[in-house]
Every structure is written in C-alpha cells, then in structure tokens.
T-cell receptor, first 111, second 112 residues
Framework: SQQGEEDPQALSIQEGENATMNCSYK?????LQWYRQNSGRGLVHLIL?????REKHSGRLRVTLDTSKKSSSLLITASRAADTASYFCATDPYNDYKLSFGAGTTVTVRA | NAGVTQTPKFRVLKTGQSMTLLCAQD?????MYWYRQDPGMGLRLIHY???????AKGEVPDGYNVSRLKKQNFLLGLESAAPSQTSVYFC???????????FGSGTRLTVV
C-alpha cells in the first residue's frame, strides 16, 4: 500500500509563481524523499530530508518535514516551464529497505 | 557514467508469452529494485535485492520472478504475461539503506 499521499493531485501555475505540494504519510520514517518525473522519463531524486530535520533547501526547492503531523511540503519558488513534471514523495521506513511512493502531484507551469 | 540502464525500452507481448527485462547499473550499488507504475497508482515495488545472489518480494510480486546473479544486473522475468501486467517498469538502485535511489528510464510493456 502507498505510504505517502500527495496533495493536490494536479496544480497549474503561471511561470514565476511558487508551487506548493504536500505529502502525508502513516508510519514512522527514517527519511522522506522527493522525486521529479518528466513525461515519459524515469524519476530523478530532488531532495532527502531526515526525520530529525525540519527544513531543507536545494536551489529553488524548499522542503519541510513535520513528524508530529506526519507531513511534508515541497515548495518550488519562481517556477519555470521546465518545472512542468510530476512530483512524488517517498517515505523510507526504519529497518526496511523499501521506499514507498505516493501517487504524485502533476505540476503544469504556463508560460 | 551510464547510471541505470534498462532494456528494452518498449515491448508488446501476447498473453501467455514470456520475457525478461534487464537492468544494469555501473555504480557498484548494493541494492536494486523493480517497480511498476500505473496511472494514478504511483510506483509499487515488485521485487528487490540487497546484494548479489539475494532477492526478496515487494508489494506486488505475483506473476514476476527476479534474479541477481551479478551485482550489476537485476533481471525481472514474466513467465506467462497477462494484460494486468501492462505497465511501465522502472529499475532503481542505491548504495545502501536510507539513501536516494537512481532510476532507469523505464520499460513500457503492453500485453495484448
């Protein structure tokens, strides 16, 4: 079963705007990861946040993690057309090798 | 550095036929995974391997078999393909637990 669930399922924004998507999960985790998938391509790792971290930045990406609420958010600032893709959160549980993916958020950036 | 390479990229099978999907990685990663991706379902883990000669079942293993005879290769087999196995298959690898996964570009399989 899917551990992470993203919200919203789809998001359409204007170039230059910020995009925010959320991920909720059910059990304790070691870390949470965000991936991007362009149409017809494989997944690309964006950022990993550990359970003892609350916020992490990478370029125009900002990820937060609230373990008490079992939720995470991904913010993409100053969006570009190239950010059009599906974004997936994946949870890495303790003492397990398996990463569980949500169904993803499809982001469309309009020029 | 090729990363994770999947072959073939596309395949159409008739119901009942068999085939093997090959995943090769050149990063000396210990762990390798096979996922399937269906519309609206995200990625679901089929089988995984934590080292050469080892395999284990994931979330949706029925109808699939795997082998990891060499550290760099992870094979996914379909012995008797069914239409329900129409999907996009992704291979991934990682050096160890708790790290980012490197994905291949996928194999789009259609079973008619």
């Amino acid at each position: 079963s899917q551990q992470g669930e993203e919200d919203p399922q789809a998001l359409s924004i204007q170039e230059g705007e910020n995009a925010t998507m959320n991920c909720s999960y059910k059990t304790s985790i070691n870390n949470l990861q965000w991936y991007r998938q362009n149409s017809g391509r494989g997944l690309v790792h964006l950022i990993l946040i550990r359970s003892n971290e609350r916020e992490k930045h990478s370029g125009r990406l900002r990820v937060t993690l609230d373990t008490s609420k079992k939720s995470s958010s991904l913010l993409i600032t100053a969006s570009r057309a190239a950010d059009t893709a599906s974004y997936f959160c994946a949870t890495d549980p303790y003492n397990d090798y398996k990463l569980s993916f949500g169904a993803g958020t499809t982001v469309t950036v309009r020029a | 550095n090729a990363g994770v390479t999947q072959t073939p990229k596309f395949r159409v099978l008739k119901t009942g036929q068999s085939m093997t999907l090959l995943c090769a990685q050149d990063m000396n990663h210990e762990y390798m995974y096979w996922y399937r991706q269906d519309p609206g379902m995200g990625l679901r883990l089929i089988h995984y391997s934590v080292g050469e000669g080892t395999t284990a079942k994931g979330e949706v293993p029925d109808g699939y078999n795997v082998s990891r005879l060499k550290k760099q290769n992870f094979l996914l087999g379909l012995e008797s393909a069914a239409p329900s196995q129409t999907s996009v298959y992704f291979c991934a690898s990682t050096p160890g637990t708790g790290g980012a996964k490197t994905f291949g570009s996928g194999t789009r399989l259609t079973v008619v």
